[in-house]
């Protein structure tokens, strides 16, 4: 469940983790950078383009936004309310934009990779006090949580469907956290008994 690495031969399947890293972050700000809702626009089908030529394919980008429809609605609503529908607009294509960005690089890289490049990146921090490993471990799982939980939200808000409880944020938003906090609990069992520990690293 928690490796969403599909295999490939692309251009971005072959580029280094960490430099996938770096184009992450450039790119994410850059979204939030751009002036406009057309701009915004035409990034997405950029991205989009990039789903296509990496072989993951248009139904690959959509699995990425598809469970957190809901939650682009509520969002989309409240803006409207406070400040206009283009601004709504806007604000839901950037936040799109956003995890279709990390879905190419958690669908890319494996985490074992990822790990890899931050911990190497990270190393600068270690004269401060810092844990690379550890810091690294949080980021990469934190970037894998994302399409994680988008899954987990879209499930649940499938079974309270067949409940007619879809339309209730309560109903959808307590199992939620209840499976995210068992989920979190699984990862640190798994990790206690694989014998990792970041304070020797």
Same mark, same amino acid.
């Given at each position: 469940?928690? !490796? +969403? @690495?599909?295999?490939?031969?692309?251009?971005?399947? *072959?580029?280094?983790?960490?430099?996938? +890293?770096?184009? +992450?972050?450039?790119?994410g700000t850059g979204v939030f950078l751009?002036?406009?809702?057309?701009?915004?626009?035409?990034?997405?089908?950029?991205?989009?383009?990039? @789903?296509?030529? /990496? #072989?993951?394919?248009?139904? /690959?980008?959509?699995?990425?936004?598809? =469970?957190?429809?809901?939650?682009?609605?509520?969002?989309?609503?409240?803006?409207?309310?406070?400040?206009?529908?283009?601004?709504? *607009?806007?604000?839901?294509?950037?936040?799109?934009? +956003?995890?279709?960005?990390?879905?190419?690089?958690?669908?890319?890289?494996?985490?074992?990779?990822?790990?890899?490049?931050? !911990?190497? #990146?990270?190393?600068?921090?270690?004269?401060?006090?810092?844990? =690379?490993?550890?810091?690294?471990?949080?980021?990469?799982?934190?970037?894998?949580?994302?399409p994680v939980l988008a899954q987990i939200?879209?499930?649940?808000? !499938?079974?309270?469907?067949?409940?007619?409880?879809?339309?209730?944020?309560?109903?959808?938003?307590?199992?939620?956290?209840?499976?995210?906090?068992?989920?979190?609990?699984?990862?640190?069992?798994a990790i206690e008994a694989r014998g990792?520990? =970041?304070?020797? *690293?």
């Open positions: 469940m928690f !490796e +969403l @690495y599909r295999p490939g031969n692309s251009f971005l399947h *072959a580029m280094r983790p960490g430099a996938k +890293l770096l184009a +992450l972050a450039a790119a751009l002036p406009g809702l057309p701009a915004i626009i035409a990034v997405m089908l950029a991205v989009l383009a990039i @789903y296509a030529a /990496t #072989g993951l394919g248009l139904a /690959t980008a959509w699995a990425q936004l598809r =469970p957190v429809l809901l939650v682009f609605a509520i969002l989309f609503a409240a803006q409207v309310f406070i400040a206009g529908w283009l601004t709504g *607009a806007f604000f839901i294509a950037r936040f799109a934009t +956003l995890l279709l960005l990390a879905g190419l690089l958690t669908l890319t890289t494996r985490v074992s990779d990822m790990v890899a490049a931050m !911990e190497i #990146g990270f190393q600068v921090l270690r004269p401060l006090g810092l844990n =690379p490993s550890k810091i690294s471990l949080a980021l990469a799982l934190a970037l894998r949580f994302i939200t879209g499930e649940v808000r !499938e079974a309270q469907r067949v409940r007619g409880l879809d339309g209730s944020i309560i109903a959808v938003a307590i199992p939620v956290i209840v499976r995210t906090l068992r989920m979190s609990d699984a990862i640190a069992d990792y520990n =970041p304070d020797k *690293a």
